[in-house]
């Protein structure tokens, strides 16, 4: 998959979230594949060694993930959270409290680290609104409305 070049919203605090995940993922998490694959290796013919072909996968899925995170932080672009606290309209780091039609409400952050992202379909419905507006969100499960309740920083 080719890097996109699309920029990536992030508050400080989800840049260090996935900076530390990258560290964690770099350093023991490369250390623990290697020696994975030394132990299994060990076990003798590589031709059928399951536990061989499946620390080689894991390490595959690792450098998968180190490089959507180098990806992302490459293309991460710091939001001005004094200005989006200053403002009432929905962004990246925002809390909403939501109200849907059975009266059921539900508390989401926007966020692409850890939240709903501003890239999903409630995500999408939700940057650029405001407390008090009405909002129908296509889901992959079918639309439904809801009222944006709170907006808070």
Do not use: C
Not at 122 to 141: E, F, M, Q, T
């Amino acid at each position: 998959m080719p890097p996109i070049d699309k920029p990536e919203p992030l508050t400080r605090a989800q840049k260090r979230e996935l900076e530390a995940e990258l560290a964690r993922l770099e350093g023991p998490g490369r250390a623990d594949a290697v020696q994975s694959i030394a132990t299994a290796r060990a076990f003798g013919d590589l031709s059928e060694n399951f536990e061989y072909h499946a620390a080689k996968n894991e390490q595959g899925l690792l450098e998968r993930r180190i490089a959507l995170l180098r990806d992302r932080l490459d293309r991460a672009v710091l939001v001005d959270e004094k200005a989006a606290a200053a403002s009432e309209t929905i962004g990246v780091g925002s809390k909403v409290k939501l109200e849907d039609e059975k009266g059921e409400r539900m508390e989401i952050q926007i966020s692409s680290v850890g939240g709903v992202s501003p890239e999903s379909p409630v995500g999408r419905a939700l940057v650029g609104r405001k407390a008090g507006d009405k909002v129908k969100i296509h889901a992959p499960n079918g639309a439904w409305r809801a009222r944006v309740v709170s907006v808070g920083h």
